[in-house]
């Protein structure tokens, strides 16, 4: 469904390729500075620009809306995010209408137009949100199939409890870190299958995780709880996320409590938030959830909850070109991102604006559609050939992992930007 803001017809005075991510119809959301004001605040991307959001501000073009409140001037999102669904709306509206070529008052205007517009590839882009909790989901029922496929067997792939609610884990929010960021491969304990004990050094299996993560907006009280059929309202907008992970770490400690250090060494999300508003247009259904249907709290009044975000994976070596890994899409999820975050909060638990909720592994049905390392190459048995003659099982030092996710529309499209992140040699 197509809003003012999402209509394909809308053009922006700022020329945008059909094949740029960040059309009039996008507006996504992160946080920038410049080297002339190295001061971090908040910005929308525009084409090839930043539209720096705390210059608008201060011309008082959001009073009306936000009052004397100065929500963009800071260096995360957290207050304009706490602000809710419909001041976000319309504050889109008028970012929207400013950027508009039908309209006069930041086109015509040479002195506004260089206040407020940056050049991207002149800004330095910053974490956009300060991230008080983090919790990692287990969504896709591919990737739950196969990964329960390798270690227990084909008959009991699926743990009893998967199709009745949302498996999740606490992660750690001080390791999330912005795309771009290089991250250090871990060290930790490990135990070979043959091994009469752990030893302790760099994990040898470092693996990708293709997943999405959501950012709550408004929250709730403690004891509390947000319903089903309000949850959209309570989600600010999605950024790609890749949760990294390491896989021999991982299977020596997380029986019986889960993932633990296989998983805080870093989280890489990408730059640009896109809100709920900009993906409207994309919604589409969701898998069935038949047999066996979900408890009341958790069921949808329809299927059209998820989004037709495609999903790309690379891995690009020290001084070579990237190559394509994987080929997903976020509709594939069985758990949406209501059902999430109505089962986190089921209990009473307080979600904050800020809060950041990851998908899990996203896989399709096919084998190029596998969000990680383990699914495409099987536990290793089956690598997979790069360019440049060598071959991965799971991901070496000098190895860069960049995810990329768009939404296509009639000429034009929708999209994050990248996601990206190296693996550097371990510290142990």
């Keep these: 469904m197509f809003t003012k803001t999402t209509d394909p017809a809308l053009k922006s005075f700022i020329p945008v390729d059909s094949e740029n991510e960040f059309p009039i119809q996008n507006l996504p959301y992160g946080a920038f500075s410049t080297k002339e004001n190295a001061s971090v605040r908040i910005g929308v991307a525009i084409g090839d620009y930043v539209l720096d959001m705390a210059a608008l501000e201060s011309?008082?073009?959001?009073?009306?809306?936000?009052?004397?409140?100065?929500?963009?001037?800071?260096p995360v999102l957290n207050d304009f995010m706490d602000k809710g669904k419909e001041t976000r709306v319309k504050v889109r509206e008028i970012i929207s209408d400013l950027l508009n070529a039908e309209t006069s008052t930041l086109r015509d205007d040479e002195s506004l137009r260089a206040k407020c517009l940056h050049p991207m590839k002149d800004v330095t882009l910053h974490l956009p949100v300060r991230i008080g909790d983090y919790?990692?989901?287990?969504?896709?029922?591919?990737?739950?199939?196969?990964?329960?496929?390798?270690?227990?067997?084909?008959?009991?792939?699926?743990?009893?409890?998967?199709?009745?609610?949302?498996?999740?884990?606490?992660?750690?929010?001080?390791?999330?870190?912005?795309?771009?960021?290089?991250?250090?491969?871990?060290?930790?304990?490990?135990?070979?299958?043959?091994?009469?004990?752990p030893t302790f050094g760099p994990s040898r299996l470092v693996d990708f995780e293709l997943e999405m993560g959501f950012f709550v907006s408004s929250g709730n009280a403690l004891g509390d709880t947000i319903k089903i059929d309000q949850a959209e309202d309570h989600i600010f907008g999605l950024a790609l996320v890749n949760d990294w992970s390491a896989r021999d770490i991982q299977k020596w400690e997380y029986v019986p409590l889960g993932p633990f250090l296989a998983k805080n060494f870093g989280t890489t999300i990408s730059p640009w938030i896109i809100t709920m508003e900009a993906l409207e247009p994309f919604r589409t259904e969701s898998p069935a959830q038949e047999d066996p249907k979900p408890l009341p709290y958790l069921a949808h009044k329809n299927l059209s909850n998820t989004f037709d975000i495609n999903l790309?994976?690379?891995?690009?070596?020290?001084?070579?070109?990237?190559?394509?890994?994987?080929?997903?899409?976020?509709?594939?999820?069985?758990?949406?991102?209501?059902?999430?975050?109505?089962?986190?909060?089921?209990?009473?638990?307080?979600?904050?604006?800020?809060?950041?909720?990851?998908?899990?592994?996203?896989?399709?049905?096919t084998k190029d559609s596998f969000g990680s390392m383990l699914e495409l190459t099987w536990r290793g048995s089956e690598p997979i050939k790069l360019s440049n003659g060598e071959e991965r099982k799971f991901i070496k030092d000098g190895d860069e992992v960049i995810m990329r996710g768009w939404c296509q529309g009639k000429g034009y499209r929708v999209g994050f930007g990248a996601c990206s992140g190296k693996v550097l040699p371990a510290k142990c």
Aim: overall charge negative; aromatic content about 10%.
């Design 135 to 197: 919790t990692d989901f287990y969504s896709s029922r591919e990737h739950a199939t196969n990964v329960g496929t390798m270690f227990r067997g084909k008959d009991n792939a699926l743990q009893p409890n998967w199709l009745h609610l949302p498996v999740g884990y606490h992660g750690r929010s001080s390791s999330v870190v912005i795309s771009g960021t290089d991250l250090h491969r871990p060290c930790g304990q490990t135990k070979a299958d043959d091994a009469d004990a």
């Design 312 to 365: 790309e994976v690379y891995i690009k070596p020290n001084g070579s070109e990237a190559n394509k890994v994987c080929t997903s899409n976020f509709k594939y999820l069985y758990w949406s991102m209501g059902q999430q975050l109505t089962h986190h909060s089921v209990t009473g638990c307080n979600m904050r604006a800020g809060d950041l909720l990851a998908s899990g592994t996203i896989s399709g049905p």
């Design 59 to 74: 011309e008082g073009f959001f009073k009306d809306v936000l009052g004397d409140a100065l929500v963009f001037s800071q």
